[in-house]
């Protein structure tokens, strides 16, 4: 069972790799035709969206090398692993949006003040590529997306490179039937603050995880009630709960319970609470240790570190 579990884990993390892999060919393609059809066209838009493009294959490396590093195995020196790595490449990608947002509402407001004749021709050929490759990028890494912060970051730059490709559209059909070239601009200034949005949220969790604070669907109080729901057990103390990443949330604390027990009764208890951390609280790495009541003389749910007595 355990073997088999394994392997679908490995399968699973090659064709995320294998997808990333795609996303980043179609991305370069990309990026080097809206280069060249900048210059040819003139269009400021279209070489703003090869930037973003690029920025892009930047960000889809960074998470591709992440999700190679957290398959890596645990070792002595790693004990973890690798496993934050897709938290860092998380954090490092939802940051470079915001950069990326704040460069195209400084472009979109100077080309307001300065309209500019462009081939709307070549931009909307371009911007109709580019959806549909972006297209294809977004559906590749779309399922990853939903349970991987690190895939999530990379989603939301091919989603938000997806948007832009249709204001590059939008932007030279609005040139081409009415002659109005504002439109491009006012796009622009919108998909700017649609990234700052929604690269707030990556990077808020990604620093929570980082800063190792307990995860949001965990109350600690909750947690004290329903074990001592059990008869052994008199209360839970210096509780320390973080996330690992995005699958893994870890769990200390010391367990008191109310007299001596044999070890066999200890283990079967420790088994019952770990049991209700596992489906009541989706904590899926618990470590306890067992005391009888008033072996610690601090028995408060979150224990203040104290300094090393010599």
């Known amino acids: 069972m355990g073997n088999h579990a394994h392997h679908h884990k490995q399968d699973h993390g090659h064709l995320k790799g294998r997808n990333l892999g795609i996303a980043i060919l179609l991305n370069i393609g990309i990026t080097v035709a809206q280069v060249v059809g900048g210059f040819i066209s003139g269009s400021l838009v279209l070489l703003s969206d090869a930037l973003h493009n690029f920025s892009d294959v930047l960000a889809l490396i960074i998470s591709w090398f992440a999700s190679k590093l957290s398959g890596r195995k645990q070792s002595a020196r790693q004990t973890f692993g690798y496993k934050r790595a897709e938290i860092l490449a998380a954090l490092i990608n939802a940051v ?97 603050l649609y990234l700052v949005y929604s690269s707030w949220g990556l990077i808020v969790e990604s620093v929570r995880i980082i ?41 200390e604390a010391h367990i008191s319970f109310k007299k001596d027990l044999p070890l066999s009764v200890v283990n079967i208890v420790l088994h019952k609470i770990e049991q209700i951390l596992h489906d009541d609280f989706e904590i899926n790495h618990v470590t306890l240790q067992p005391e009888i009541n008033g072996f610690c003389q601090d028995d408060s749910l979150i224990s203040q570190d104290k300094p090393l007595s010599h």
């Not at 294809?136 to 832009?164: F, G």
């Not at 008869?231 to 769990?251: P, S, T, Y």
């Open 96 to 192: 470079s949006l915001i950069v990326i947002a704040f460069f195209l509402l400084k472009e979109a407001i100077e080309r307001l003040g300065e309209p500019q004749n462009i081939n709307s021709g070549i931009v909307m050929i371009l911007g109709g590529v580019s959806i549909v490759l972006n297209g294809l990028s977004v559906l590749l890494v779309m399922k990853d997306a939903k349970d991987n912060i690190n895939m999530r970051s990379a989603y939301l730059h091919l989603l938000t490179d997806m948007i832009s490709s249709v204001a590059v559209l939008l932007g030279g059909l609005a040139m081409y039937l009415w002659g109005i070239s504002w439109v491009d601009g006012i796009l622009s200034i919108a998909i700017a």
């Open 211 to 251: 800063m190792q604070f307990a995860p949001i669907h965990i109350n600690l109080d909750d947690v004290q009630e329903k074990l001592k729901t059990l008869e052994e057990v008199e209360n839970i103390h210096h509780v320390h709960v973080w996330q690992l990443d995005d699958k893994q949330i870890n769990f």
